[in-house]
């Protein structure tokens, strides 16, 4: 559960823990509008996985909802785009124009062609040495990956 390094200060409650998770929440006067992630004063307490899971489903709900809902009109988006882009490339094709442009779109036909790439998983297994010497290490910035399940919710 999330604590607070602050002691609660209504008196009548006196809830152990961050005003985010509160059940008095709502009715509370002294409630803390801070962000348990970014006041300073938050932090976690020891508790088991699923405790945690459910206290941050609960308080994020919303939140994820709304994620769903937005990942699921983008896939839909993405789809009726790619499937005009199949229509467009065919009748470009039909008529051999390469290149058009207008007042709100510049369409450009890219004909096929070949792509070369190391395999790096057989040049790892053939020149392990070779491999290693030439590996590039990058930092990567914390992100998180969201993607629906199945169904939508």
């Known amino acids: 559960m999330i604590k607070c390094k602050s002691d609660c200060e209504n008196e009548a409650i006196k809830f152990e ?23 300073g004063d938050s932090i ?61 779109l510049d369409i450009v036909y890219v004909a096929e062609t070949k792509a070369e790439s190391i395999d790096s998983t057989k040049l790892k297994a053939k020149y392990p040495q070779i491999a290693a010497e030439c590996v590039k290490v990058s930092n990567r910035k914390a992100y998180i990956k969201v993607s629906l399940k199945g169904g939508k919710k």
């Not at 998770?21 to 992630?37: G, K, N």
């Not at 020891?46 to 709900?61: D, G, S, T, Y």
């Open 17 to 39: 823990g961050c005003c985010t998770v509160c059940p008095d929440r709502d009715s509370c006067e002294y409630v803390c509008e801070f962000d348990p992630a970014m006041c």
């Open 44 to 104: 976690m307490d020891e508790v088991n996985e699923e405790q945690a899971l459910a206290v941050f489903q609960e308080q994020q709900l919303t939140v994820l909802n709304s994620i769903a809902d937005l990942i699921q009109a983008k896939k839909d988006l993405e789809a009726k785009e790619a499937d005009l882009k199949v229509k467009l490339q065919d009748a470009m094709e039909a008529y051999g124009i390469k290149k058009f442009t207008s007042d709100i």
